[in-house]
Protein backbone atom coordinates (compact mmCIF):
# COMPACT_ATOMS: atom_id res chain seq x y z
CA UNK A 1 0.00 0.00 0.00
CA UNK A 2 1.40 3.29 -0.88
CA UNK A 3 2.45 5.63 2.10
CA UNK A 4 -0.52 8.03 3.05
CA UNK A 5 1.36 10.05 5.57
CA UNK A 6 3.79 12.58 5.42
CA UNK A 7 5.76 14.74 7.50
CA UNK A 8 9.09 16.05 6.53
CA UNK A 9 10.67 18.82 5.49
CA UNK A 10 11.43 19.82 2.06
CA UNK A 11 14.38 21.99 0.45
CA UNK A 12 14.48 22.63 -3.65
CA UNK A 13 16.64 23.70 -5.79
CA UNK A 14 16.77 24.19 -9.66
CA UNK A 15 19.44 22.54 -11.48
CA UNK A 16 21.30 22.78 -14.88
CA UNK A 17 21.44 19.86 -16.88
CA UNK A 18 24.77 20.18 -16.33
CA UNK A 19 24.49 20.05 -13.01
CA UNK A 20 22.09 17.73 -12.69
CA UNK A 21 24.49 14.96 -14.31
CA UNK A 22 27.48 15.63 -12.13
CA UNK A 23 25.25 15.90 -8.93
CA UNK A 24 23.26 12.59 -9.76
CA UNK A 25 26.35 10.63 -10.37
CA UNK A 26 27.78 11.51 -6.89
CA UNK A 27 24.55 10.94 -5.14
CA UNK A 28 25.34 7.33 -6.63
CA UNK A 29 27.69 6.70 -4.23
CA UNK A 30 25.04 7.22 -1.30
CA UNK A 31 21.66 6.61 -2.66
CA UNK A 32 19.75 4.40 -4.80
CA UNK A 33 16.53 4.70 -7.22
CA UNK A 34 13.54 3.89 -5.72
CA UNK A 35 11.77 0.72 -7.10
CA UNK A 36 10.38 2.13 -10.37
CA UNK A 37 12.99 3.65 -11.07
CA UNK A 38 15.15 0.68 -11.36
CA UNK A 39 13.02 -0.49 -14.11
CA UNK A 40 12.05 2.82 -16.00
CA UNK A 41 14.45 5.91 -16.51
CA UNK A 42 11.28 8.08 -15.19
CA UNK A 43 7.46 8.00 -14.06
CA UNK A 44 5.11 10.16 -15.16
CA UNK A 45 3.16 12.01 -12.02
CA UNK A 46 0.08 14.43 -13.59
CA UNK A 47 -1.43 16.70 -10.70
CA UNK A 48 -4.93 18.96 -10.67
CA UNK A 49 -4.94 21.90 -8.44
CA UNK A 50 -7.87 22.96 -6.87
CA UNK A 51 -8.60 27.02 -5.77
CA UNK A 52 -11.09 29.21 -5.30
CA UNK A 53 -12.42 31.29 -7.84
CA UNK A 54 -10.98 33.66 -6.30
CA UNK A 55 -7.53 32.11 -6.22
CA UNK A 56 -7.53 32.32 -2.23
CA UNK A 57 -5.26 29.37 -1.65
CA UNK A 58 -2.64 30.40 -4.07
CA UNK A 59 -2.63 33.58 -3.20
CA UNK A 60 -2.23 33.52 0.55
CA UNK A 61 0.62 30.79 0.11
CA UNK A 62 2.42 33.18 -1.92
CA UNK A 63 2.56 35.68 0.99
CA UNK A 64 4.75 33.40 3.09
CA UNK A 65 2.19 32.58 6.01
CA UNK A 66 3.30 30.58 8.74
CA UNK A 67 0.28 28.38 7.93
CA UNK A 68 -0.77 26.95 4.13
CA UNK A 69 -2.48 24.75 2.90
CA UNK A 70 -4.08 23.15 -0.89
CA UNK A 71 -5.96 20.64 -2.43
CA UNK A 72 -4.75 18.41 -5.51
CA UNK A 73 -5.90 15.06 -7.21
CA UNK A 74 -2.78 13.29 -8.37
CA UNK A 75 -2.34 10.25 -10.98
CA UNK A 76 0.65 8.43 -12.23
CA UNK A 77 0.82 8.66 -15.66
CA UNK A 78 -2.55 9.28 -17.63
CA UNK A 79 -5.38 7.81 -16.00
CA UNK A 80 -8.26 5.57 -17.10
CA UNK A 81 -11.38 6.83 -16.33
CA UNK A 82 -11.98 3.83 -13.36
CA UNK A 83 -8.09 4.18 -12.84
CA UNK A 84 -6.97 4.68 -8.88
CA UNK A 85 -6.07 8.11 -8.33
CA UNK A 86 -5.40 10.21 -4.58
CA UNK A 87 -6.86 13.12 -3.47
CA UNK A 88 -4.22 14.94 -0.97
CA UNK A 89 -4.13 17.92 1.77
CA UNK A 90 -0.53 19.10 1.98
CA UNK A 91 -0.12 21.89 4.49
CA UNK A 92 3.00 23.63 5.41
CA UNK A 93 3.53 24.59 9.62
CA UNK A 94 6.71 26.23 10.21
CA UNK A 95 8.69 25.38 7.52
CA UNK A 96 7.10 21.20 8.46
CA UNK A 97 5.21 19.60 5.92
CA UNK A 98 1.88 17.43 6.19
CA UNK A 99 0.83 15.51 3.47
CA UNK A 100 -1.99 13.59 3.94
CA UNK A 101 -4.01 11.55 1.24
CA UNK A 102 -6.23 8.48 0.06
CA UNK A 103 -7.10 6.64 -2.50
CA UNK A 104 -10.08 7.15 -4.77
CA UNK A 105 -11.37 6.22 -8.06
CA UNK A 106 -11.12 9.29 -10.54
CA UNK A 107 -14.76 9.73 -10.78
CA UNK A 108 -15.34 9.52 -6.95
CA UNK A 109 -12.83 12.48 -6.63
CA UNK A 110 -13.97 14.83 -9.11
CA UNK A 111 -17.73 14.42 -7.45
CA UNK A 112 -15.93 14.38 -4.06
CA UNK A 113 -14.46 17.87 -4.72
CA UNK A 114 -17.51 18.86 -6.39
CA UNK A 115 -19.93 18.32 -3.93
CA UNK A 116 -17.96 18.12 -0.97
CA UNK A 117 -20.27 15.02 -0.16
CA UNK A 118 -17.78 12.07 1.29
CA UNK A 119 -18.20 8.48 -1.35
CA UNK A 120 -18.93 5.45 0.74
CA UNK A 121 -16.01 4.32 2.58
CA UNK A 122 -14.19 1.27 0.31
CA UNK A 123 -11.33 -0.65 1.52
CA UNK A 124 -8.83 1.32 -0.21
CA UNK A 125 -9.63 4.56 0.95
CA UNK A 126 -8.22 6.16 3.98
CA UNK A 127 -10.54 6.92 6.39
CA UNK A 128 -9.45 9.67 9.13
CA UNK A 129 -8.18 11.69 5.44
CA UNK A 130 -11.83 11.56 3.75
CA UNK A 131 -12.95 12.91 7.16
CA UNK A 132 -10.27 15.63 6.49
CA UNK A 133 -10.80 16.37 3.27
CA UNK A 134 -14.52 16.93 3.61
CA UNK A 135 -13.44 19.36 6.44
CA UNK A 136 -10.96 21.37 4.23
CA UNK A 137 -14.38 21.14 1.12
CA UNK A 138 -16.25 23.16 3.79
CA UNK A 139 -13.98 25.48 3.95
CA UNK A 140 -13.45 26.51 0.45
CA UNK A 141 -15.32 26.69 -2.68
CA UNK A 142 -12.97 24.57 -4.39
CA UNK A 143 -13.09 24.43 -8.12
CA UNK A 144 -10.72 22.84 -10.45
CA UNK A 145 -7.14 25.29 -11.22
CA UNK A 146 -4.39 24.43 -12.98
CA UNK A 147 -2.86 21.10 -14.77
CA UNK A 148 0.12 20.29 -13.84
CA UNK A 149 2.63 17.46 -15.23
CA UNK A 150 6.37 16.54 -14.75
CA UNK A 151 8.56 13.79 -15.33
CA UNK A 152 10.62 11.84 -12.00
CA UNK A 153 13.38 10.30 -10.65
CA UNK A 154 13.36 9.24 -7.55
CA UNK A 155 16.35 8.13 -4.64
CA UNK A 156 16.40 6.68 -1.34
CA UNK A 157 18.95 6.78 1.34
CA UNK A 158 20.90 3.58 0.79
CA UNK A 159 20.95 3.36 4.93
CA UNK A 160 17.70 5.14 5.62
CA UNK A 161 13.92 5.66 4.24
CA UNK A 162 13.89 8.86 6.01
CA UNK A 163 15.63 10.56 3.15
CA UNK A 164 14.15 10.97 -0.37
CA UNK A 165 15.53 13.59 -3.31
CA UNK A 166 13.43 13.48 -6.85
CA UNK A 167 14.41 15.10 -9.79
CA UNK A 168 11.40 16.63 -11.61
CA UNK A 169 11.99 17.53 -15.46
CA UNK A 170 9.67 18.95 -18.64
CA UNK A 171 7.59 20.64 -15.93
CA UNK A 172 4.37 21.61 -18.38
CA UNK A 173 0.95 22.65 -17.11
CA UNK A 174 -2.31 23.94 -18.61
CA UNK A 175 -5.48 25.94 -17.40
CA UNK A 176 -8.05 24.35 -20.21
CA UNK A 177 -9.00 20.59 -20.44
CA UNK A 178 -8.93 20.21 -16.66
CA UNK A 179 -9.17 16.56 -16.49
CA UNK A 180 -6.39 14.05 -15.64
CA UNK A 181 -7.39 11.92 -18.21
CA UNK A 182 -7.03 14.16 -20.62
CA UNK A 183 -3.49 13.48 -21.41
CA UNK A 184 -0.80 15.15 -19.84
CA UNK A 185 -0.14 18.08 -22.55
CA UNK A 186 0.68 21.50 -21.57
CA UNK A 187 2.84 24.53 -22.33
CA UNK A 188 6.70 24.38 -20.45
CA UNK A 189 6.80 26.28 -16.76
CA UNK A 190 10.58 26.38 -16.64
CA UNK A 191 11.60 27.59 -20.08
CA UNK A 192 15.44 26.56 -20.38
CA UNK A 193 14.53 22.93 -19.21
CA UNK A 194 16.29 23.05 -15.71
CA UNK A 195 15.33 20.23 -13.43
CA UNK A 196 13.46 21.00 -9.82
CA UNK A 197 15.44 19.00 -7.51
CA UNK A 198 13.73 18.56 -3.69
CA UNK A 199 15.47 17.19 -0.94
CA UNK A 200 12.96 15.57 1.50
CA UNK A 201 14.00 14.79 4.69
CA UNK A 202 12.22 13.66 8.11
CA UNK A 203 14.87 14.93 9.85
CA UNK A 204 18.14 17.06 9.20
CA UNK A 205 19.96 16.15 6.13
CA UNK A 206 23.31 14.14 5.97
CA UNK A 207 26.48 15.99 6.66
CA UNK A 208 27.48 14.02 3.45
CA UNK A 209 24.95 15.61 1.28
CA UNK A 210 25.62 18.94 3.04
CA UNK A 211 29.19 18.55 1.55
CA UNK A 212 27.78 17.50 -1.85
CA UNK A 213 25.65 20.71 -2.02
CA UNK A 214 28.45 22.75 -1.19
CA UNK A 215 30.70 20.94 -3.39
CA UNK A 216 28.39 21.47 -6.52
CA UNK A 217 27.92 24.96 -5.47
CA UNK A 218 23.24 24.26 -5.00
CA UNK A 219 21.70 26.93 -3.30
CA UNK A 220 18.17 26.72 -2.27
CA UNK A 221 15.35 27.88 -4.16
CA UNK A 222 11.58 28.84 -3.05
CA UNK A 223 10.56 27.58 -6.34
CA UNK A 224 6.73 26.01 -6.64
CA UNK A 225 5.56 24.56 -9.40
CA UNK A 226 1.81 25.83 -8.66
CA UNK A 227 2.78 29.15 -7.41
CA UNK A 228 5.50 29.91 -10.31
CA UNK A 229 2.52 28.96 -13.03
CA UNK A 230 0.08 31.25 -11.06
CA UNK A 231 2.66 33.96 -10.89
CA UNK A 232 3.39 33.40 -14.66
CA UNK A 233 -0.37 33.77 -15.38
CA UNK A 234 -0.33 37.09 -13.68
CA UNK A 235 2.45 38.48 -15.63
CA UNK A 236 0.35 37.81 -18.60
CA UNK A 237 -2.82 38.16 -18.00
CA UNK A 238 -5.15 41.65 -16.45
CA UNK A 239 -5.44 39.49 -13.13
CA UNK A 240 -5.46 41.76 -10.67
CA UNK A 241 -3.04 40.36 -7.65
CA UNK A 242 -0.95 42.35 -5.15
CA UNK A 243 1.60 40.44 -3.23
CA UNK A 244 1.82 42.84 -0.43
CA UNK A 245 -2.14 42.63 0.33
CA UNK A 246 -2.36 39.05 0.24
CA UNK A 247 -6.10 37.39 0.44
CA UNK A 248 -6.47 34.80 2.89
CA UNK A 249 -8.33 31.71 2.19
CA UNK A 250 -12.41 32.36 2.92
CA UNK A 251 -11.74 35.64 3.27
CA UNK A 252 -11.25 39.70 2.15
CA UNK A 253 -9.16 40.95 4.86
CA UNK A 254 -4.82 41.92 4.76
CA UNK A 255 -3.21 40.33 7.06
CA UNK A 256 -0.65 42.90 7.39
CA UNK A 257 -3.37 44.19 9.80
CA UNK A 258 -2.96 43.22 13.73
CA UNK A 259 -6.04 42.87 14.46
CA UNK A 260 -6.99 40.68 11.11
CA UNK A 261 -3.45 38.52 11.31
CA UNK A 262 -4.69 37.80 15.49
CA UNK A 263 -7.54 36.15 13.37
CA UNK A 264 -5.88 34.29 11.06
CA UNK A 265 -3.78 32.68 13.96
CA UNK A 266 -6.94 31.99 15.71
CA UNK A 267 -8.61 30.11 12.67
CA UNK A 268 -5.04 28.34 12.41
CA UNK A 269 -5.36 27.10 15.74
CA UNK A 270 -9.02 25.86 15.70
CA UNK A 271 -8.64 24.15 12.47
CA UNK A 272 -5.61 22.07 13.15
CA UNK A 273 -7.72 20.90 16.94
CA UNK A 274 -10.51 19.81 14.38
CA UNK A 275 -8.83 17.67 12.87
CA UNK A 276 -5.61 16.58 15.09
CA UNK A 277 -7.66 16.65 18.60
Not at 104 to 118: C, I, M, N, P, T
Request: aromatic share 14%; glycine share 4%; hydrophobic share 35%.
Amino acid sequence: MAIEVFNRYESKYLLTDEQYAYFYNDLLEYMELDAYNKKHEYYSISNLYFDTPQDSLIRASLSKPKYKEKLRLRAYGVPEQNAKVYLEIKKKVFGLVNKRRTALKLDEAYEFVRSGQAPDLADYMNKQVVEEITYFLRLYDLEPKVYLAYERKALFDKNSRDLRITFDTNIRSRRYDLKLEQGDYGEPLVKDGRWLMEVKAEKTVPFWLSQLLCKHGLYRTGFSKYGNEFRHLVRTTNLNYQTERPLVPGTDFNPADPAAAALQEKSIRERERVLYA
